[in-house]
Nanobody, 126 residues
């Protein structure tokens, strides 16, 4: 069982920055993707943003590539998302998750994720 807790959300103006954190309750010894997703207001599904893959490269969605940076501190069991050049379209609830129970389904597949945090709200005003 892995518990995830996000923090760092808030309200910023367009062009601003935020850094999200996701603390895991335990180190994951099996293969995994640790990822950030978001769900915008009125949207029914979570959008994949970025992943750290235990057996592969770090990857980003085109919508955030060059603006967002995902990183991991293994000593602290914590995943980060540095978000720069924020836009109003980035307004959403942000979630971290891990697919360690279904790694073979891939990092971008939301159906692969068994463990999620509670989410942290990001609001970007114009």
């Amino acid at each position: 069982q892995v518990q995830l807790v996000e923090s760092g959300g808030g309200s910023v103006q367009s062009g601003g920055s935020l850094r999200l954190a996701c603390a895991a309750s335990t180190y994951i010894y099996s293969r995994y993707c640790m990822s950030w997703f978001r769900q915008g207001p009125g949207k029914g599904r979570r959008e994949w943003l970025a992943s750290v893959d235990s057996d592969g490269p770090t990857t980003y969605a085109d919508s955030v590539k060059g603006r967002f940076t995902i990183s991991q501190d293994n000593a602290k069991n914590t995943l980060y998302l540095q978000m720069d050049s924020l836009k109003p379209d980035d307004t959403a609830m942000y979630y971290c998750g891990t697919n360690t129970l279904n790694y073979a389904l891939g990092c971008r597949n939301v159906q692969a994720y068994s463990y999620w945090g509670q989410g942290t709200q990001v609001a970007v005003s114009s």
